[in-house]
Nanobody, 127 residues
């Protein structure tokens, strides 16, 4: 059984930084991908960043690619999202997701690519 547990969210001032973590268990294949999505209050869930577990592919939403960095520690089975230069519009619940490595690069930001989801960690950015 696959479990994803996020942590690292909290209240931060605009301009600050956070590092979100996603501890994964139960993933039996190294040929998979992980991603971060977020959902702001009153808005639909949106893609933030993704990577292949081998680390050779990363994919970012245009809105965050200059400020966010996705990475992984294979030994710890953990995926990270470093968020810098936080803005109030980054306020959201951030979800970690995992699934089979997409065959097509264009599928990395698609939520249906990821059958496994965490419970989310809340990030609040004050102005």
């Amino acid at each position: 059984q696959v479990q994803l547990v996020e942590s690292g969210g909290g209240l931060e001032q605009a301009g600050g930084s956070l590092r979100l973590s996603c501890a994964a268990s139960g993933l039996t294949s190294s040929d998979h991908a992980a991603a971060w999505f977020r959902q702001a209050p009153g808005k639909e869930r949106e893609f933030v960043a993704a990577l292949s577990w081998s680390g050779d592919i990363t994919y970012y939403a245009d809105s965050v690619k200059d400020r966010f960095t996705i990475s992984r520690d294979s030994a710890k089975n953990t995926v990270y999202l470093k968020v810098n230069s936080l803005k109030p519009e980054d306020t959201a619940v951030y979800y970690c997701a995992a699934g089979p490595r997409p065959y097509y690069y264009a599928n990395y930001p698609r939520s249906r690519q990821y059958p496994y989801w965490g419970q989310g960690t809340r990030v609040t950015v004050s102005s």
